[in-house]
């Protein structure tokens, strides 16, 4: 606060957090934030310097970095500088071409990774039911609200509380995030924020198909060893991803360092999680489009930074407050329904896709010789019918299972909220009414 300058920050942008005004794209609340305490300059094309007085590096999405840039990056960390790195294994909000979806939305930051000795799959997603975010999907031709393990949810129990910039944040929405990990003679990676044991690393490509349901990723997902890490801060001894030296077609001025005892590396699975989509909503106040925050993503950006640069002290200060009060009992609810009555539907759904083809079959043949039935004909339709007919209405009833504790509770928490909490509050005011001492009618004394 003392500093006459803003600190400088210098932003190598791969996901659009600066808008796009031509497709009517406005600038991020993730940046609107940093620039008004940093002063940040965004970089492009080859990278063969710092601008100066940069204090942090942020890299957010990077794919196609050419070898200048991908040096002038090590070199960075080589010499102690601090750096940002929001790689996605698939970065939903990423656009292509005339505002259609991106035709590749991984980051490309691999040979980064593996001369640092860090692991991170580009190919893979974490999928948590633990920390699943509910989204509405349709699945086998019906709408559904359904937990989406690949779009986690973050509370306060998956956050290092240890971490200046995390210790005050209660909420962090990150969607289609990757992990990483190091080996056991790698460098010293921290996790800051790591999902459950129940977690799975599942495909990438099935992780953000909006078609697919996304319960199948739990099945389908690679089991791990121990809960991944999707935010993580690398320290200690790193050698250069340039073991060789400068390639000839950097302009890199410095002479090369060859390794590090004290690097200064952050790394988040998810840049998504920058953008205003995962973090804010805009309210409509007295015509006023006014951004209000559901979870603590902006804050985290805030207070990584202010750390990263070397201190911590308006960290305290973010993050005490978010639009989002989950109801944890309910979904924990949800989440046992889900698992106690799931393998009954996906069982009931594989028997009427079966049912339903075996009568495709048989319609072919009703047609054959004098168009009559034989009866075994006859008698094997009816019973696929009348069997399709069962197992739709035990469906139904495995569906209405699934929501009716989950209601009921919701209904309790209602009725608690709406009469008990008012009656009870009225009933001490009247208490404390009572016990209130009468005063005394003066009365007249005769003369």
Known sequence: MGQPEKPKVALLDGIGLSGNPMMGGAEQQSLTMLRELYDVEILSGDVNSFPEGTEVVAVVHPQGLTEPTLYALDQWVM??????????????????????????????FAALFEGWG??????????????????????????????????????????????????????????????????????????????????????????SNRFGDPRDLLTSGEAV??????????SGAVSSAF????????????????STEAANVLFSGDADMLMDRNWIQKRSIF???????????????????EQMA??????????????????????????????????????????????????????????AGNGLFSAEMVAEAENLRAD??????????????????????????????VGLVPFLAAVIALFFALRRPKRSVPTRVAA
């Open 79 to 108: 010499g102690s500088g601090a750096l940002m790195a929001f790689v996605d294994p698939h970065a939903e909000t990423q656009m292509g071409p005339q505002g259609m979806p991106a035709p590749d939305a991984a980051s490309d």
């Open 243 to 258: 073991p060789d030296g400068k390639p000839e077609s950097s302009e890199w001025e410095a002479e090369h360092i060859a």
């Open 118 to 207: 860090v692991d991170f799959d580009a190919t893979q997603a974490v999928a948590d039911p633990t920390y699943a975010l509910a989204t509405n999907r349709r699945v086998q031709g019906r709408d559904v609200n359904v937990g989406n393990p690949a779009w986690l949810r973050l509370d306060a129990s998956a956050l290092d509380q240890d971490s200046p910039a995390l210790a005050r944040l209660s909420a962090m929405v990150m969607t289609t995030a990757g992990s990483f990990a190091t080996g056991e003679d790698g460098p010293t990676l921290t996790p800051l924020a790591t999902v459950s044991d129940a977690a799975v690393l599942a495909s990438a490509t099935d992780a």
């Open 388 to 417: 399709l007919l069962a197992a739709r209405a035990e469906l139904r009833q495995v569906q209405y299972d699934l929501r009716s504790d989950v209601e009921a509770l919701q209904a309790s928490v209602t009725t608690l909220n």
């Open 225 to 234: 060893d121990a809960a991944p890490v999707v935010i993580a801060r690398l």
């Open 310 to 367: 070397g201190g911590a002290a308006l960290a305290d200060l973010r993050g005490r407050a978010v639009d989002w009060r989950p109801l944890t009992r309910i979904e924990a609810m949800e989440r046992a329904a889900e698992a106690e009555y799931r393998a009954t539907e996906q069982a009931l759904l594989d028997r009427i896709a079966e049912t339903e083809a075996a009568l495709r079959d048989l319609a072919p043949q009703e047609g």
């Open 287 to 305: 015509g006023a489009q006014i951004p209000q925050a559901f979870a603590n993503n902006g804050d985290f950006l805030l207070n990584a930074v």
